[in-house]
């Protein structure tokens, strides 16, 4: 396990960084986070008043070095993110996940930082997903400005590891969901529309399928990488529990007793480009390293968010 080590979390106010956060404070580590707040601060505030929070925007160079002065590592989970976001600013996603990745591999080397954990996604394998449930060896197929500019910054780090002997240990989460994340993602959006009595919005067919993974286990599996895998890798975050999007609205509306109708929409134009039929991937590797898995099922899931909620 990590503890009394420095770390700088870049994007640590989000939803899966105020989460690692937290973590990271509770091991007894020194944690600063840069964050422009873009989506608010989701860090809660007794958390909050144990870290050293700099309101920066990751491009920005000499804040991220300054930021990572003494540090031992560096969690890079800033990002644009978001399909319909991204689909209406893929300039300046990518130029956040290059910049932004340039910017914290330069402070690195100058700061004298041994390890960088990098927060990619499932979106790389993009279409190469729909017949197989993903391992980290298949052909990567991304198609998205953010898919695209993620797996780039894979093989730059796997470069900066190669050239540098700094160790980098990228991440491909699986449609992560818990407390704290906002109506950008389906599963907040399907709780909101039912907590308000709207009808639930699902896209297509519904029987689009995605590997819903439980923020707990998504940072067990991040810090349990982080303290045991050096040079360079990659992994899947994922719970190889393949969900369709008819079936998760249907488990929400029953579990918030809500008496929304489920309607089936097409998807705003913007997203077929984003859209992939399935989506499920592999934790083999991920427990070869680390002897763990994620376990929580979705209905553990979704009953923990609303539990939160109360
Ligand atoms: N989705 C939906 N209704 C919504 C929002 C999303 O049916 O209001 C579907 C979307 O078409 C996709 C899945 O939920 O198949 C997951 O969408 P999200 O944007 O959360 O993540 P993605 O997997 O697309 O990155």
Redesign the pocket.
Known sequence: MISNKKILITGGAGFIGSHLVEALVGLGNEVVVLDNLLRGNKIVSDVFKKITFIKADVNDFNQVLEASIGCDMIFHFAAIL???IVADNPMETMETEVIGTQNVVRAALQNNISKIIYAS???VYGHNALEQTVTEEILVDPTTSYAMAKRYNEIYLASLQEEKGIDCICLRFF?VYGPRQDS????P??IE?AKAGRS?????S?K???DFTYIDDTIKATIKLASNVTGFEIFNVANELESD?ST??EKIRVFTESKSEITL?N?PAK?YD???GR?VGSSDKLMRFTGFKPTTSLDEGIKSILEYAR
């Open positions: 978001g399909v319909d996604t499932s979106g449609n950008r993602m389906v599963v959006r399907f529309q639930i919005t699902v896209y297509g519904g689009q399928t995605r999007i998760l609205a929409i998807a997203r984003y859209e992939v989506r």
